[in-house]
């Protein structure tokens, strides 16, 4: 495989509800602003770029199929090839990755990867069921098809095993509302407390309104390089900051639709098949799983993702990752849920299963230098969802995956303060990133590892 | 060559608009002024509609709905290995093998996980406040999504996890999983 480089993103700006633009020209918003980075006309880029992947998760939002097509065309891209991809609440991710795949492959030398979602054209909660046929319209949808249900009832099995509070689950939306203040492309920029969000109206116990991400109208895109098409667009005139921006790790997880198909496996199947490498060389880490399996823990079960862990053990194997905590410098992953962030610290390997809530709690993923208005015991070691996440920013389900690489390659570009107006969530000295993507209740899940090229 | 139509025949459908504005001059030109207006025109809605019927076939897995109003609950098992599925499930993800029905009416059963869903989908909205649960049977590797009637859903509480169930069948049948439900013992 080549190397491949980040070399642009742009974002639209996240909202409610944009009456004002047909999905495509939505697109062409993030799309003009990644090649407007690079400082090359439309038509300069249009000539050098190979090809394309489209990213969205819904016809039924569209009431159209193949809009992939309709953007391709608004792009003015056509005849060159491109292809829609679909994995749920993971597409963009999915998509951020095919299109990482045809230049690593040699397919392409430049290739952009664009999304988007336009949620507003329902009402709530026809959204909201929309959103559940991804799940098994035989026997799940029929129950009560509603995805808020679905992971508040992870999170209760979470609390019962590892006596996760519902406190903890506040301090993620605290810390990722009071993130996205900073960002302007975020939906929502407010400053909650722990109390307004046990306050805010119970969606589906325990999760409140402000556990849970919200419907958003939106599109990102991002324009992925080999060395030859890092060359062909500065032969052309683009401006690529130095050093680049690489990625060094892809890795994918699957598992059941239906959650509660999911197994619980043995400790010996868990320590062989999903431990990180971290966990399966200690010696206390192995004596505390082996207590808590005694204990009548069992794994993945409906509290845990071990496509996420997959995924994560997998790019980091690729990118050389030994210990995520500390050699990344910051991770966007997908927070549809409060609960859903500290499951996935534990599937990321950030912590242990079992020690998310606390985890949550301490400090270590908060960004350095904003006032969250909490008692944080540790200091900042690897911010999580410094952006505001899915749950500040939106979740236009299409182009998040890809908010989110683009927001990580700003990152270790260290052009956050260029893009934001403000450098506050710039994460100083940022040399390596990881993106997380997730769909359904843990069904497909993408992880990509951004490093900066010294 | 006949009379072909020329008009279309206007309905009684569609929509009474007043005054949607438009900028005046001349027919066959659009001057600054008028682009300058179209271009910060109020984006134009429509209702559309999308209703559609399918015809559903559970196919291999409709012994699970015929037991269902029967009064039994069925689950899938796999005969060399044991390991058994709360749902059905046609073949077994381990070995590939096809899977034989057990019948689990009886089976010790338990509360996994559940929520209450005070908000839900647009179908679902009118039975809100309802609780999903996932159960957990004596001897079945996995869960089964359901209902959970019999305690309020406006004190949920951790404790309702463990707890003994015992499931109850509709009398008229609807031929959905909701055919089965579950409530304390």
Redesign the interface.
């Known amino acids: 495989m080549r190397p491949v480089y980040v070399v642009s993103g742009g974002v639209s700006k996240f909202a409610k509800s944009r009456p004002d633009k047909t999905f495509q020209a939505i697109v062409k918003e993030a799309y003009d602003y990644a090649i407007a980075d690079l400082s090359i006309d439309f038509p300069t880029f249009t000539h050098l770029v190979d090809g394309s992947v489209a990213s969205y998760f819904s016809d039924h939002f569209t009431r159209q199929l193949m809009a992939g097509i309709m953007v391709q065309d608004y792009l003015g891209l056509c005849p060159k090839p491109g292809h829609r991809v679909e994995g749920g609440g993971a597409t963009g991710g999915l998509c951020f990755q095919e299109a990482w795949k045809s230049v690593a492959s040699g397919h392409m030398d430049v290739c952009v990867a664009y999304g988007f979602e336009t949620m507003s054209h329902v009402e709530t909660w026809k959204g909201n069921e929309f959103i559940a046929l991804a799940s098994d319209v035989s026997f799940d949808y029929p129950v009560g098809g509603f995805y808020s249900g679905y992971y508040a009832m992870m999170v209760t099995r979470h609390m019962k095993e590892y006596d996760t509070t519902v406190e903890q689950m506040a301090y993620v939306s605290v810390k990722n509302h009071i993130n996205a203040y900073h960002n302007p492309y975020a939906q929502k920029r407010n400053r909650y407390t722990v109390e307004d969000v046990r306050n805010a109206p119970m969606v589906a116990w325990p999760l409140t309104r402000l556990d849970i991400c919200v419907m958003s109208d939106g599109a990102a895109c991002t324009i992925l390089a080999s060395e030859e098409g890092v060359h062909r667009l500065e032969s052309a005139g683009a401006n690529i900051p130095r050093p680049l921006v690489k990625i060094t790790g892809i890795g994918r997880g699957t598992d059941a639709m239906r959650m509660a198909d999911r197994p619980h496996v043995s400790y010996d199947d868990f320590m062989e098949n999903y431990a990180t490498e971290q966990e399966r060389n200690s010696e206390e880490t192995r004596e505390y799983y082996a207590q808590l399996w005694e204990h009548g823990t069992r794994y993945p079960g409906v509290h845990s993702f071990r496509a996420g862990r997959t995924a994560g053990n997998m790019a980091y194997r690729m990118a050389g990752i030994h210990d995520p905590l500390h050699e990344l410098d910051f991770i966007e992953l997908h927070d549809a849920y409060t609960s859903s962030e500290i499951q996935t610290y534990e599937d990321l390997g950030l912590c242990r299963y079992g020690e998310g809530g606390p985890f949550a709690q301490s400090g270590k993923v908060f960004m350095p230098g904003i006032d969250y208005g909490l008692d944080l015991a540790s200091a900042p070691v690897c911010p999580v969802n410094p952006s505001g996440g899915l749950i500040a920013c939106g979740h236009p389900v299409g182009a998040t995956g890809l908010m989110q690489a683009v927001f990580a390659a700003w990152q270790i570009q260290g052009t956050i303060g260029k893009h934001f107006k403000d450098s506050t969530l710039q994460v100083k000295d940022a040399r390596h990133g990881a993106i997380h993507s997730h769909a359904g209740t843990g069904t497909y899940v993408t992880v990509s590892i951004l490093a900066r090229e010294d | 060559m006949a009379d072909l139509p020329t008009q279309r025949d206007e309905t009684l459908g569609g929509y009474i608009v007043h005054n949607i504005p438009f900028p005046a001059g001349p027919a066959g030109t659009i001057d600054a002024q008028m682009q300058a207006f179209l271009k910060s025109l109020t ?1 134009i ?1 429509i209702e ?1 509609e ?1 209703k559609i019927t399918y015809l ?1 076939s ?1 196919a291999q ?1 409709s012994p699970w709905f015929a037991a269902l109003t029967n009064r039994r609950l069925l689950a899938s098992q796999n005969p060399q290995s044991g390991y058994t ?5 046609g073949h077994d ?1 381990y070995s590939g093998e096809n899977t034989v029905w057990i019948d689990i009416t009886d089976r010790k059963a338990s509360i ?14 009118p ?1 809100t406040p ?1 609780i ?3 159960i957990e049977f004596e001897g079945v ?7 959970l009637l019999g305690v309020d859903p406006f004190t ?1 509480t ?1 404790d309702w ?2 707890m003994e169930v015992t499931p109850r069948f509709l009398r008229n049948s609807k031929l ?3 055919d089965v439900y579950f409530i304390p013992k």
């Open positions: 984006p809605s559309q999308y559903h559970y897995d599925y709360a749902n059905p499930r993800m996994h996980a559940f929520t209450v869903c005070y908000f839900g989908s647009e179908e679902f909205l039975e309802f999903l649960a996932l590797d996995t869960l089964l999504l359901t209902r949920p951790l996890i463990g959905k999983p909701t």
